[in-house]
C-alpha cells in the first residue's frame, strides 16, 4: 500500500432502525425484524416513589420472536462507575485492590455453586453512605466482593425486599413451614445483578441448589408476575425481591422450564398480550470449552473464529446463539440486540476466566438478527461491534449480524481444490487480474457479477483473479484498507454465502481467487477495534508501537498472543471458509520495520529497528497457513530489501511463496514514461532488475496504486500521440509477460484505459470498443494464451537456470533480447523501446527456422505491421558467443517473440 488516502470518518448512522434498503448492486439488506410488541406501563403500588430510571424516555421495546418473549424497557441514564462498588475497581468479579494494588480475579468460572450454608457477613462490615455502598467493607474500608459461596446470604426466613420496579405479586400462597427457600441477596448485589453490571450473573440468576431444594433467581423489570412454567412439573410462583428480581424454590427436582411473566400493557387487546414467555439464559452451560479457552490463551486456536462471536446454537433442545466475546479489562460485558430491544440489563455475560472471555447463550436469537457489545469501561457503558462477525449491516451502519452459513460448494469447487492441493503456484503459471469489486461494474452484487466477471477474466486468459480487501470496511475511499471487520465480507455485495457462490463459480471456471489482507493497522473508529475495552487491546499501548500516522491508524500489538491469534486465525478463517486460494498481504515494510514511517520510535530489545514480534507473528502466519492449505499462496507486498521474504521459515525467512516485485515495477515504469529520444541514456532502468531477479520468488504487479492520484494510467504515463501511446503499452506489457516472474495487472489497463482509476466510477468499458484500445485487449489475451502454453515462460522463475541474455547492452538503440527456457525449449524475446524499427543480426542457440510467437506491431492488435514476415531462419554462424545467428527486424515501440519450429 505505498499510496493511500487518509481514512475519511463516514456519518455514523443510528444502529436501531432497521439497515436502509440498500442501494442497486449493494446485495440484500439484513432480513426483517418481526414487529415489537406494545409498549409496557410501569405498575407502582399507591404512594410508591417512582424508580430512577422511570422519568426518563421510554424505550422502544424489542422485536420479539417465537420462544424469546421479553417486553423492553425504558433506558437506565448514561452511567458512569459507580466508586461505591466493585464494578470499577476489578476485573470484573475480582477483589478490589488497595490503591496502586492489582485486582485480583474472582471465581471467573461462571459455573453455578451451591451457596455455603453458614455464609455470614464480613466480620466488621459496615456501610457507606454512598450509592451502592450497601457493599460489605472491610475494617480498613475496602470493599469486599464476595466469593461464589457468599453470594446469597441470610436465614431462610429473611424478609423479602419490595420491588420497586414492579407490583407487589398478589395473592401468594404462604410458604410452608421448612419448605425451601432461595437465600436473600444483598441489596447491593441485587442491584448489580438488576443492572446487568454484574460480572458473574449466573451465580446469581438461574437454578441453583439450596438446602432441601432447588432455587431459581430470575431478572424480569416490570412485570407483576413471575412464574416458571416446568416440563415435568407443577408451575412454581416466583417472589419480587425488588430491582426487578424474581426468585422461588422447590423440593422437587427442577427439571427443563421456561419463565413465563405477566405485564400490564396500556393496550393490551387480551391477556395473552401481556404474558410473555421465555427460555432463562442463566440455567446454560458455558458454550466454550476449556480446552479452547486454553489454546485461546497461548494463542494458537487456529480456529478461533468458531469460538468466538456469535454462533446459532442447539442447547438442551433449545435453539439460540452463543456470544462470546474477549474484554479483559471490562467491569461487565452486555450483549444486546434486536432479539431483547437494543435495552441491555437483562442480557449480561459472564466473565469465564482470568483471560477475559465472557460468554453468554440467549435463546430465542434468530439468524438475520443485529448485535453489538456493551462493555463497562473505567469511563462507563461503550458500544463495540462484534470483532469476530461473521457478518454486518451495510455501511454506514455498524451493527454485526448473527448468521449462519448454509452454502453448500459444487462439485467444480472440489475439484479445483483437489487440484491445487496437488500442486504450487511455482511450478505452474500465474497471471493475476486485480480488481476492485464495487467499481470493476458498479451496481452488482456478489452474485450479479460472477458471470460478466467470469466470462472477461476467461476471454483473457488471466489465471487468478485477486480483489482489494473484501472484510468488512466503514469508508469506501480506504478501497478496503482500513478493516473494522476482518472476519465479515463487506455486507456492500450481499451475505457471506453469496461471496461463497462467487468463489465457487470462479474455482468451477478453472479461475484461482487472491484476495488483499491487512493485518499491519486497523481504523481508529469508536465502534470498532479501537480500545474495544475502554484500553488498548488490539493496539499496541505505546503510541511509538502502536499508530500509524501516515494513515491515521493503529498497529496490532503483534506481541501479544491473543491479538496474534486473532490475525493468523483470520488468514486461515479466509481459506477455510471461503475456499480463497492466496493472500497478498498488504503494506508489510509497515509491519516489518520500527521506524516506518516515524520520527519517533521505539527500538527493539536488541536497539534495532526490526519488529522481532512482527517477524515472529509473519512467519507463523505463512508457515500454518501453508500446512493447513497445500498449494495456496502468501504474497508480499514489501517494497524494501528486507532478505529471505520468499525463504522458508526453517531457513529464517518470512515464508511468503511470492513477493511483489516493487523495483522493477518503480524502474520500468520511470523508463518508459521516458520519451524514446532519451531512453538509451537509462538503459539500467530496463536492465537492473534482472541483476536481482531470482533473488526472491517475485511476481510483477502494476497495480491499483500505480494508476490513481495523479500517477495517470498506464496509458496516460506513455509518451506520444495516441498511437505511440498504445505501442508503448504493447511493448511494455509484451516486456512484463516474458520477465522472470509471475504477472498481475490492475482493471482497466487490459484495454489501455485513457483515464486513471477511481472508485467513485466504474471503468471505460466504452473504449474498448476502439480498434487501437481493443487491439491492446486482443493483445493481453493472446499473451496469457503463449505464457500458459510456453513452460519456458514460467517454469523456472525464480532460478537462472530458466535465463540467458542475448543482448542487453543496446543502449542506443533501446533494445533487448533474452533467452526464456525450460528442458529443451527455448524461447527468444527481443523488445524495442525505440521510436524507430531495429535490424540487425542478433546471436541464436541453434541454427533453424525461428517462428514468430508473437508481434505486438501486428496489425490485430492496432500496430502497423513491421515484423519477419512470420519467422527468420537462423544460420550456423556465430555471433556475441552463440553458435548460430540471424537477421532480424524488431519493430518500433514493439516487441517479437521467436520460437524454434518444430
Known sequence: MTDRDPK????????????????????????PVPPPPPPVTRVRAPGAVPANDETGPRYEPRASAPGEDLPGAAPAAPE???????????????????????PTSGTGTGAHVAPTPDATPTPGAQTS????????????????????????????????????????????????AGAPRPAPVEEWLRRQ?????????????????????????????????????RLDGDDIELESEGDGLWAGATADTLGRYRVEADYDLDDASDADDATWTTDDAYRFPPTIGELDLHLFGEGRDEQLWQHLGAHVRTVDGVDGVAFTVWAPRATAVRVIGDFEGWEGRTTAMRRLNDLGVWELFWPGALEGQRYKFQILTDGGWVERADPFARRTEVPPLTAS???????????????????????????????VYEVHLGSWRPGLSYREVADQLIGHVQYLGFTHVEFLPLSEHPFGGSWGYQVTGYYAPTARFGSPDDLRYLIDRLHSAGI???????????????????????????????PRRGEQLDWGTYVFDFGQPQVRNFLVANALYWMEEFHIDGLRVDAVASILYLDYSRTEWLPNIHGGRENLEAISFLQE?????????????????????????????????????????MGWMHDSLEYVQRDPAYRAYHHDELTFSFVYAFSEQFTLPISHDEVVHGKGSLYGKMPGDEWQKLANVRAYLSFMWAHPGKQL?????EFAQVAEWSEERGLDWWQADDPGHNGVQRLVAELNRVYRETPALWTHDATADGFEWIEGGDAPHSTIGFLRKAGDERLAVFVNFSGVPVERRFGLPTAGEWVEVLNTDATEYGGSGVGNLGSVTAEETPWAGRPASAHLVVPPLGAVWLRLAD
Open 80 to 102: 458512569t462507575p459507580d466508586r461505591g462498588v466493585e464494578e470499577s475497581a476489578t476485573l470484573a468479579g475480582g477483589e478490589r485492590p488497595e490503591s496502586g494494588g492489582a
Open 129 to 176: 453512605a454512598d450509592d451502592g455502598a450497601d457493599a460489605p467493607l472491610s475494617e480498613g474500608g475496602r470493599h469486599v466482593v464476595p466469593t461464589a459461596a457468599e453470594l446469597v446470604e441470610g436465614t431462610p426466613d429473611a424478609p423479602t425486599a419490595a420491588p420497586d420496579d414492579a407490583a407487589p405479586t398478589a395473592g401468594t400462597a404462604p410458604v410452608p
Open 621 to 661: 502466519t505463512n508457515a500454518t497457513a501453508y500446512k493447513r492449505y497445500p498449494g495456496i499462496v502468501m504474497i508480499a507486498e514489501e517494497s524494501t530489501s528486507w532478505p529471505g521474504v520468499t525463504q522458508p521459515t526453517s531457513a529464517g525467512g518470512l515464508g511468503f511463496g511470492q513477493k511483489w516485485n
Open 8 to 31: 475519511g470518518n463516514p456519518p455514523m448512522g443510528s444502529d436501531r432502525p432497521n439497515p436502509a434498503t440498500p442501494a442497486r448492486g449493494q446485495g440484500p439488506s439484513v432480513p
Open 401 to 431: 449480524v448473527i448468521t449462519d452459513s448454509r452454502y453448500e460448494w459444487s462439485e467444480g469447487d472440489r475439484a479445483w481444490m483437489d487440484q491445487r492441493a496437488a500442486t504450487t503456484t511455482h511450478d505452474k503459471p500465474m497471471s
Open 193 to 229: 445483578v438488576a443492572e446487568g453490571r454484574w460480572s458473574q450473573p449466573h451465580d446469581v440468576l438461574g437454578p441453583h441448589p439450596v438446602d432441601g431444594g432447588t432455587s431459581v433467581r430470575v431478572v424480569r423489570h416490570l412485570a407483576t408476575a413471575v412464574r416458571l412454567v
Open 745 to 749: 495487472l490492475f482493471m482497466g489497463q
Open 512 to 542: 484461482g481467487v487472491i484476495m488483499d489482507w491487512v493485518p499491519g493497522h486497523f481504523p481508529k473508529d469508536e465502534w470498532a477495534l479501537a480500545k474495544f475495552d475502554g484500553h488498548a487491546l488490539f493496539e499496541h499501548p505505546d
